[in-house]
């Protein structure tokens, strides 16, 4: 076994009652593993049996070859530290005094801090930009703060392993790409290991080397990013009927809307999507065209419409295409036209607005109008 | 950081210089007032050099010194208890009295001071604090079970107070019952009372309380851990079990000790603790305990010279003002709680 961190059949629950089983996991050291999941799936079972805070049913977890039923609490916490959802009740501690805990493994009977552990805290309260905080009180602190602190004590604690449940949870966007752009460095430079649950899958998707996906009674998915972030895996995991996944946006579009669609929207290159979403947001279903594969709104034009008229990648529009646009354009009574200009590989856009034109097609501006 | 860490020590300093000072004060009051006053130049040969009068050598030596060595070793134990439970079960409010444990104590004492009484004429200490031990036990078992039961801490505190009129009801119960010669002992003790202490009584309790403070002093550092939350505390490498169990026997020997000699006394395991921690402004326990100790000695000698001088030559019970200058402060957590949501 050439993995830093594996397990073996793992089977976690709580009272002995199995939650997940036959769980494998095998990780090198400094790579990131991501659970994702829908809610109550057994993320934080997962994590807290890895931790040891929880016993495991059945198999075992496996640090540096070394089984972690073997391992006392003080040996773990050489090689483990955490970062827990649970909101800390702390009384009269200031922020350095918290992070300074994880220097606990390292001190001595009375846990009296040396100079080389003080040295430590600073340097782990820099490195999540965290020193100014020193002196405040944990329990003033803002919840981004807070997070930053419980990582910094992790990290004095030099662990080769970092488990962090929910770490971004209370995070607005800048503290959350801050706290995983600190994850990825210290994955890279320091080699340190990084076990965590997320809840926002494009982070998970740009931070992991390694993905698992945590629903129902076995582990269904493991693997890279690029594997797991799938439309029909993604939709899946989180039973998905109204809305879809975008592997490429990380993101998720609303419910197509249902209906007889009345409103062509002629588009290309970017301009469609804030129309599509506008027009998502009124419930008015539409049809769109005509778009090229490669097209940005051609992306959510698949999930949002009712029906796309595309050409091929790179491919001037066809007259196939074009002649079925057209029929359809004349069952609708309304065209919303993005286009300010035509190019040479999407001309036959603008004969398509004409044809709406003298059609007699009510043409608006935008869906805004509707 | 190095300013801060001055202003800390300084802090520290300060706090610790005057609390000697108030202990050294009220010790000085202590001996000097009460039914016969005792001039202050008198006190230093009376201590030092066995001058003085007769009486006062008697009054001072027999009863007053003894009784105030219970107070400052057994308010010291009584706050260290409760500072230990606080940490326990993660609330400021908790204490040996609120939790039912004094109470608990209190009743198996007064079984076993009613049965032994009735056949022989005294009871040796040892039995005493054993019995006391097994009955906080008893309520420390029920509190835990109460614990597990329910998320809330505030119901923590109101099924502990239950346990406590519980067992004070039983107790009252079994008083009606004693003798008529033991009953005027059994009546002041479990109302709470340092009086009527003995040097016999005061070397069994310095041993049991001293042991058990230095041990509690010597877990300043998982206690600190634990302050995090018991899943911390693990991750830091703390036996969580044997941690618990220790907490619990430690906390339950200090509150026993008190029960068997002194009664249950109220409020001074929350009231105390609380002003060491807002006076030092941290919880780190490896300055905590020891204030700790201290704050609760100068509290209960203060509380008892006021127990017994304020309506001389009737004494007060200890509990009535321990209660009136300790529940303010409870309320007062509770009040701040609430305030930070």
Redesign the interface.
Known sequence: MGYFFYTKQLTVGYNGKPLIKDIEIQLGKGQILTLIGPNGSGKSTILKTI???LKSIYGTVYIDNQSIDDM???????K???V?T?R??????TCE??VA??R??Y?G????LSEQD?FQV?NAMELVNAWEL??RDF?QVSDGQRQRVLLARAIC?EPQIIVLDEPTSFLDVRYELELLNILRTMAEKQNITVIMSLHELDMAQKISDLVMCVKGEYITHFGSPQEIFQRELINELYELSNGSYNPLFGSFEMERPKGEPKVFVIAGGGTGIAEYRTLQKKRIPFVTGILHENDIDYQVACDLASEVFFEKRFERIGEGVYQSALQRLKSCDTVINCLKSYGEMNERNKELYEKAISQGLKIVESAEAL | MENERATRHLRYSITLAIFAGLFVVLFIMNINLGSVSVQIKDIFQILFFQGGSETDYGIIWKLRLPRMMASIILGGALSLSGFLLQTFFNNPIAGPYVLGISSGAKLMVAIVMVMVLSKYHTVSSGVLIAAAFVGAMISMGFVLLVARAVERSSMLIVSGVMIGYICSAITDFVITFADDASIVNLHSWSRGSFSGTSWENVRVMAVVVLITSVIAFLMSKPIGAYQLGESYAQNMGVNIKWFRVMLVLLSSVLCACVTAFAGPISFVGIAVPHLVKSFLKTSKPLIVIPVCFLGGAIFCLGCDLIARTILAPTELSISSVTAVLGAPIVIGIMLKQRARG
């Open positions: 931790t040891k805070h006392s609490n003080k040996d773990m916490s050489y483990v530290a955490v827990l649970e800390l009740k702390t009384e009269l501690m005094d918290v805990t994880g606990y493994p001190t009977m009375l846990g009296i003080r600073r020193k002196d329990t604690q």
